[in-house]
């Protein structure tokens, strides 16, 4: 089993145009687990456009009134993609509540390799070089591999918030 310590080739980056259909596949995968893999992805939008926005959203440049500037970056292993992670500048309205600074998800048949872990420590070097310095990370709270990604990072639990809409609680951590 690959695992973290077996895995220092993966690694953060932008989506590209040859990423278009492993990454829809991934999107779907997601779904079906109501998560989501490509944010703000629209079923049948240019594959182009979709990555113009994300390099805006990356660039600060034509970012719309409900959105941060972020990054979003696929965790590639051996040119697989095994997960991605979106790392926004700033806060507002529910991403300071159960958002968080760094979102970051791992597809099915790449969890518990240790993959998660690799991606939130790559993340929060993204962050700090986006002048991010306190990150605050977030997790349903019955999600233990979560939690244990994010304390094993540095995360130092701030609290429990319940989360608006839906009959869980959300796990609050900061990491500086």
Do not use: K
């Amino acid at each position: 089993m690959p695992g973290a310590a077996g895995a220092p080739g993966l690694r953060l980056r932008p989506l590209r145009p040859c990423d278009e259909v492993p990454a829809i596949a991934a999107h779907h995968a997601f779904s079906a687990e109501n998560f989501t893999f490509l944010l703000d992805y629209s079923a049948g939008e240019p594959w182009a456009a979709y990555l113009e926005r994300l390099s805006d959203l990356a660039r600060a440049v034509r970012v719309p009134r409900d959105r941060v500037p972020s990054a979003f970056l696929v965790a590639v292993v051996d040119g697989t993609i095994v997960g991605r992670v979106s790392v926004r500048d700033e806060l507002r309205a529910s991403l300071a509540v159960t958002g968080g600074h760094i979102g970051y998800g791992v597809l099915a048949e790449h969890r518990r390799q240790g993959y998660a872990t690799l991606m939130l420590r790559q993340a929060l070097v993204v962050a700090r070089a986006r002048g991010v310095d306190d990150v605050l990370v977030t997790c349903d709270d019955d999600n233990a591999g979560s939690i244990r990604v994010i304390e094993r990072c540095g995360g130092v639990l701030e609290g429990l918030v319940e989360t608006p809409g839906a009959p869980r609680r959300t796990r609050r951590y900061w990491i500086r």
